[in-house]
């Protein structure tokens, strides 16, 4: 079944991720484009965003778009750049605005009786972040609404689909920000939202057999999200011709391999387990910069998995996790559209010479709907709410070399915090939480006794992509509790700290 697509230009917005998002979250399926690089399919699009931008249209270097075949011909709504880029180059005026326009503010007046604006009344929230603003509205505009500073914050123009609104509607903090691109997709566009998981999955499934016929395929899984949900979609799709390998790399958590595997067995996956722990504990020997294991482990993991896909006879597939952020080619914000740079590789990342064919169910999804569709398949809440973990795992939190000894401590220190973040009913409302061994010893009294030990560092941050993050303000008592029953549980602990870092410009990891 083929439905209804929104295009989203984008300028190079902080935002246009959200956008996607936004529309997606009403069921409608959404693809970002650079603006530059209109697709050529464009009749295969029911509407046309464009997107913010850093750029400023009254810059030499203005961002140039080719509207010839969406003008008039398309529902088109310009947001913030986009709506300023409307005005300039078509008869109006943008200029730099003399009173702060970024942040909170609220519509003042609204055209009366105008679709767009449908369930929407004055005083709603709208998110601003904008340093020019629309001074003069272009040939045919229709003010449609204003705020207290923004006279010119929402036009249409006279006799197209097309609308323009200065602020964003895909923040949370534009309250009737989904009201808004519901009115003007479905009211407006007549975009049908029949885009959900369920429909997602057997379609995707379909797709997959079709593409796949008998062969077969072999996958990593690594115990999270991305890849247990591709895993079950090809599992559908073409049962025991899917081969997953989860490699224990010795740097999981605390049991994590044993109650992991017994999870996907339960879910029917055809799946072997392969502990290499010994051959990865092997190359890391004095192995103390980070980039130096990562290496290290990288390699291993290639090495096991290639020998294990090889022991499967006639493959031909190769299947990844690979989710929608790490395909979207977006316009970098110093200007000149550029692709992003994944700096981590999770499972993937094997090398060429496997010849085997790429198989990526998940490229079209963002991390929520990876979760929704998983969801929909029946898969159990645990494991799609599962905090990310990196692929070195424990070794790029055990600071300096690693020894069996330290893993040993760190997993047992990490099982407290987790099993306790859940105990409290923290684990959802933090993204990833885990600990560090850091490689200094302190001085500690236990009974009569001096103690000369360990010191361990929890971090539990907030985020949505893991691109920037910010400490979760846990509760004292709660860390009370933790660092207690670590320094009493855990031999060679005697010290537990909380990172209060924020990324940037600290990371996530220590390492
Ligand atoms: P940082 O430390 O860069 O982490 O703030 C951001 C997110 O990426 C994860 N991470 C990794 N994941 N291989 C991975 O698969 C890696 O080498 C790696 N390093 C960091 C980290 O756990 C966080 O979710």
């Given at each position: 079944m083929q439905h209804d697509k929104v295009l989203i230009l984008d300028f190079g917005s902080q935002y246009t991720q959200l956008i996607a998002r936004r529309v997606r979250e009403l069921n409608i399926y959404s693809e970002i484009h650079p603006f530059n690089k209109i697709p050529s399919n464009l009749e295969s699009y029911k509407a046309v965003i464009l997107s913010g931008s850093p750029m400023s249209v009254r810059s030499d270097e203005a961002f140039h778009i080719?509207?010839?075949?969406?003008?008039?011909?398309?529902?088109?709504?310009?947001?913030?750049?986009?709506?300023?880029?409307?005005?300039?180059?078509?008869?109006?005026?943008?200029?730099?605005?003399?009173?702060?326009?970024?942040?909170?503010?609220?519509?003042s007046h609204i055209k009366d009786g105008?679709?767009?604006?449908?369930?929407?009344?004055?005083?709603?929230?709208?998110w601003m972040s904008h340093s020019d603003t629309i001074k003069k509205l272009p040939t045919g505009g229709v003010l449609l609404a204003s705020t207290h500073d923004v006279e010119n914050a929402a036009y249409k123009i006279e006799g197209e689909t097309t609308f323009a609104?200065?602020?964003?509607?895909?923040?949370?903090?534009?309250?009737?920000?989904?009201?808004?691109?519901?009115?003007?997709?479905?009211?407006?566009?007549?975009?049908?939202?029949?885009?959900?998981?369920?429909?997602?999955?057997?379609?995707?499934?379909?797709?997959?057999?079709?593409?796949?016929?008998?062969?077969?395929?072999?996958?990593?899984?690594?115990?999270?999200?991305?890849?247990?949900?591709?895993?079950?979609?090809?599992?559908?799709?073409?049962?025991?011709?899917?081969?997953?390998?989860?490699?224990?790399?010795?740097?999981?958590?605390k049991n994590e391999f044993s109650q992991v595997l017994q999870q996907y067995e339960g879910m029917g996956l055809n799946v072997k387990g392969v502990d290499a722990s010994a051959r990865f504990m092997d190359a890391l020997k004095g192995q103390a910069d980070p980039e130096l294991k990562r290496k290290a482990i990288g390699k291993v993991f290639i090495d096991v998995f290639d020998d294990e896909a090889h022991q499967v006879k006639d493959v031909v597939w190769l299947a990844q996790g690979t989710i929608y952020p790490d395909v979207i080619e977006s316009v970098s914000a110093t200007g000149g559209p550029s692709a992003t740079i994944k700096s981590h590789h999770n499972v993937g990342g094997l090398p060429d010479y496997m010849k085997?064919?790429?198989?990526?169910?998940?490229?079209?999804?963002?991390?929520?709907?990876?979760?929704?569709?998983?969801?929909?398949?029946?898969?159990?809440?645990?494991?799609?709410?599962?905090?990310?973990?990196?692929?070195?795992?424990?070794?790029?939190?055990?600071?300096g070399d690693i020894t069996p000894e330290k893993v040993a401590i760190l997993q047992?220190?990490?099982?407290?915090?987790?099993?306790?973040?859940?105990?409290?009913?923290?684990?959802?409302?933090?993204?990833?939480?885990?600990?560090?061994?850091?490689?200094?010893?302190?001085?500690?009294?236990?009974?009569?006794?001096?103690?000369?030990?360990?010191?361990?560092?929890?971090?539990?941050?907030?985020?949505?992509?893991?691109?920037?993050?910010?400490?979760?303000?846990?509760?004292?008592?709660?860390?009370?509790?933790?660092?207690?029953?670590?320094?009493?549980?855990?031999?060679?602990?005697?010290?537990?700290?909380?990172?209060?870092?924020?990324?940037?410009p600290a990371t996530i990891e220590w390492e």
């Open positions: 080719d509207l010839e075949e969406i003008r008039g011909k398309k529902p088109l709504l310009g947001v913030c750049y986009g709506a300023q880029y409307l005005a300039h180059f078509h008869g109006g005026e943008v200029g730099a605005s003399s009173t702060r326009e970024y942040g909170r503010a609220h519509l105008e679709e767009f604006f449908k369930g929407i009344s004055a005083g709603s929230q709208v609104i200065q602020f964003h509607p895909e923040v949370y903090h534009s309250t009737d920000g989904k009201q808004l691109l519901e009115n003007f997709l479905i009211h407006i566009a007549g975009v049908e939202p029949d885009w959900t998981p369920d429909s997602f999955v057997e379609e995707t499934v379909e797709r997959l057999q079709e593409m796949l016929g008998n062969d077969r395929v072999v996958l990593g899984l690594s115990g999270g999200v991305d890849s247990s949900v591709a895993a079950m979609l090809l599992h559908k799709a073409i049962g025991e011709n899917l081969y997953c390998i989860f490699v224990n790399n010795g740097l999981l958590r085997l064919k790429i198989v990526e169910p998940l490229r079209s999804l963002f991390k929520d709907e990876v979760r929704r569709v998983g969801k929909s398949m029946g898969m159990s809440a645990e494991l799609l709410g599962r905090h990310p973990f990196p692929g070195p795992g424990l070794a790029i939190r055990i600071l047992e220190v990490d099982a407290i915090f987790v099993n306790n973040l859940k105990k409290w009913d923290l684990y959802d409302q933090v993204w990833q939480a885990g600990a560090m061994l850091l490689p200094v010893n302190s001085v500690g009294v236990m009974g009569d006794e001096r103690t000369y030990e360990k010191c361990v560092a929890l971090r539990a941050v907030e985020s949505t992509d893991g691109m920037t993050a910010d400490w979760v303000n846990l509760p004292y008592e709660f860390l009370q509790a933790t660092s207690n029953e670590i320094i009493n549980k855990v031999k060679g602990v005697n010290r537990v700290v909380y990172d209060i870092s924020s990324k940037p």
